[in-house]
């Protein structure tokens, strides 16, 4: 699959991105279709930017009011095509009332 951020691997950024591209590809199958691709390198270029975000703040120690809009617009952006792609976090279903109340009953026992 060809990538549209091509990064140096040697440096932190250039692996984390290919570590998310990665695991994004694993996630969505060795063959996604043209707007998982689309999605794929989307999700990329943005992930690059909130880590290039995350690394420059650690050195700096400080960010501008411009750096932090930016910075929620791109992590948000980010968040926005995870869920496009159906890797949204998935809570824990609440338990259903008939597994409480059998669990009350095990309790009693």
């Known amino acids: 699959m060809a990538t549209t951020v091509r990064l ?8 984390d991105v290919t570590a998310f ?3 994004l ?20 270029q943005l992930r690059a930017r909130v880590v290039s975000m995350d ?12 750096d932090s809009k930016a910075y929620l617009a791109w992590s ?6 995870m869920r496009q792609l159906g890797l949204a976090a998935r809570e824990a279903a609440p ?13 009693a026992a």
């Open 8 to 15: 140096d691997r040697r440096t932190a950024l250039g692996r």
């Open 21 to 23: 591209r990665k695991a």
């Open 25 to 44: 590809i694993e996630h969505v199958g060795a063959e996604p279709s043209a707007t998982r691709r689309a999605l794929v390198e989307i999700a990329c």
């Open 55 to 66: 690394l420059q703040f650690a050195e700096r120690g400080e960010q501008s009011v411009h």
């Open 76 to 81: 948000n952006s980010l968040g926005r095509t």
């Open 95 to 107: 338990p259903s009332l008939a597994s409480l109340w059998n669990r009350d009953d095990e309790d």
